[in-house]
């Protein structure tokens, strides 16, 4: 096999020599004659001429999961005022549908309004908690069956936290320390 190896290269050597000089050097490349108006052809000019495909290939678009149409959502507004009606500035309301335990924080502006905007949830039963530090105003609101929207609660009223004061003591009568 090995002694034919130089034939066979030789012989594709003058094979293509052979092409070469029968162009010209050039590469010939057919040009279709001109078709005058009244002419009409029925066979394509170019049949085993493959014309690659210009559009790219449709691909089905999937969007990222959490991504797709917008789920509902509730609107909670408010306004936190004390007793004697003044608004309540810089409270912390928490607002969570009633089966988690994921709140949603919001705080009271200068008017004492807040607005707090979470994923609806057929459940239906938030909690509103306001909690301020210890023996200031507090509350604790069911909202029962919301539907997605606006739910606007008005005016809610922080009671007064109580204090309590005095010594505790153990069953037999003697203080416990740094009880609380």
Request: proline content about 9%.
């Amino acid at each position: 096999m090995r002694r034919f190896l130089p034939v066979l290269a030789g012989l594709a050597l003058l094979l293509v020599l052979w092409c070469v000089t029968r162009s010209n050097g050039t590469v010939d490349t057919a040009t279709p004659a001109p078709v005058s108006s009244q002419e009409t052809t029925t066979e394509p000019a170019l049949q085993d001429v493959q014309t690659p495909d210009l559009d790219p290939p449709q691909r089905e678009v999937v969007a990222p999961a959490g991504k797709g149409p917008e789920a509902p959502t509730i609107t909670v507004l408010g306004r936190l005022v004390s007793e004697t009606g003044d608004p309540l500035a810089g409270l912390t309301a928490n607002l969570g549908e009633g089966s988690t335990e994921q709140f949603h924080v919001c705080a009271s502006s200068d008017e004492g309004r807040f607005e707090c905007v979470l994923p609806w949830s057929e459940n239906g039963r938030y909690m509103l908690s306001v909690l301020a530090t210890p023996r200031t105003q507090s509350l604790r609101q069911i909202i029962p069956d919301p539907q997605p929207g606006i739910v606007d609660l008005g005016d809610l009223i922080c009671r007064q936290g109580s204090s309590i004061s005095g010594r505790v003591l153990d069953l037999s009568g003697n203080p416990i320390f740094l009880a609380k």
